[in-house]
């Protein structure tokens, strides 16, 4: 039996959750903005969620990043995750919004992240469908030229109130595309 307030908050997550992915588009007509780098990037890889117990599966997502000097920023994360094992099936869409710390800025960029998590799961055999957290990420990106971008990226989820950890895990490649906002000449 599913808790009827639970369910409204589910619903309530996922009207929300489109605009979540595009927060960061909301600097775009910003003054202070102009001249600063956009990133949108997709996702695909490995993803493991616990609770009673871990399920494994595959997610697929996207990212859009706003940074405001060469090396600090905000990031908002959509992904869609689904776990099938031994007859169980699981959905989680997972929510972030947080800053982001580029580590180097050169051919290859590595980056480190933090965030509040948003975790909403449905299917067999879940202990509460929404969740809430906090998130940490680590990745890189290799420039191929200086709008695109091929990666790796790593997110580790702690729940509240749950001991295990990472009670949300995702690894997987990414494909990104960056525009410098206001240039005149940027691709």
């Known amino acids: 039996m599913v808790d009827p307030c639970a369910a409204v908050a589910y619903r309530a997550v996922m009207r929300f959750s489109p605009s979540l992915a595009l927060f960061p588009l909301i600097f775009l007509y910003h ?19 616990a609770q009673s117990q871990r399920h494994h599966g ?6 859009a990043k706003v ?12 992904n869609l995750s689904e776990h099938r094992s031994k007859g169980d099936s699981q959905s989680v869409h997972r929510m972030s919004l947080g800053a982001v710390a580029n580590l180097d800025v050169f051919e290859y960029i590595p980056w480190a992240s933090l965030s509040a998590t948003v975790l909403a799961a449905h299917g067999d055999h879940l202990v509460d469908p929404l969740n809430y957290g906090i998130g940490f990420g680590l990745g890189f990106d290799r420039l191929i030229d200086p709008s695109w971008s091929v990666g790796f990226a790593a997110q ?3 729940i509240f109130g749950q001991e295990r950890f990472p009670a949300y895990m995702l690894m997987g490649i990414r494909v990104g595309y960056r525009w410098r906002l206001g240039a005149e000449f940027a691709p």
């Open 156 to 158: 580790f989820d702690q």
């Open 58 to 63: 595959a997610f697929g997502g996207m990212s």
């Open 31 to 49: 003054p202070t903005v102009q001249g600063q780098t956009l990133e949108v990037a997709g996702d695909l890889g490995y993803a493991c969620f």
């Open 67 to 78: 940074l405001f000097s060469d090396l600090f920023g905000v990031d908002a994360r959509y």
